[in-house]
């Protein structure tokens, strides 16, 4: 069996990916490439126009999944894997791993904008969303 162009394409992206996958992956497998774009939708890396249409289904598919395992979770009273389900939920919409930055959601913040967030002097610090609405206008831009 040959190796498709797309396969090549998911192994670079999979070298530079934070969660390594096993050296036993085969890149033809669905599962596989799922795992490789849900990675690069919560790393936000560029990729090419075909495989984001594949993401776009994955993230689709992901969220009704992630959502009925909620409610399974939730009427079992399961605490701590419903609190991880939803934190994995929280992931898929916000296109962000559970570790990142909490300003890293607001559109457009760049490393550079969060870092004079975290380095800010004010009355007090800006440690959500909610304090970069709270800040005055001359402040914030």
């Excluded at 936000?44 to 979770?73: H, P, Y």
């Amino acid at each position: 069996r040959s190796v498709t162009v797309e396969e090549k394409a998911m192994k670079i992206l999979a070298r530079n990916l934070p969660h390594k996958l096993p050296d036993s992956a085969q890149f033809h497998d669905p599962n596989t490439k799922a795992l490789v774009l849900l990675q690069c939708h919560f790393s936000r890396k560029g990729i090419s126009a075909d495989m984001r249409n594949d993401q776009k289904v994955v993230l689709s598919e992901s969220t009704n999944l992630i959502q009925a395992i909620v409610d399974v979770i939730s009427s079992n009273g399961w605490l701590k894997p419903a609190l991880a389900a939803m934190e994995l939920s929280q992931m898929v919409v916000q296109g962000l791993w559970n570790k990142d930055h909490i300003l890293k959601q607001i559109p457009h913040f760049s490393k550079e904008i969060i870092e004079r967030c975290d380095a800010y002097e004010g009355e007090e610090p800006i440690e959500s969303v909610f304090d970069i609405l709270t800040l005055d206008d001359d402040v914030r831009n």
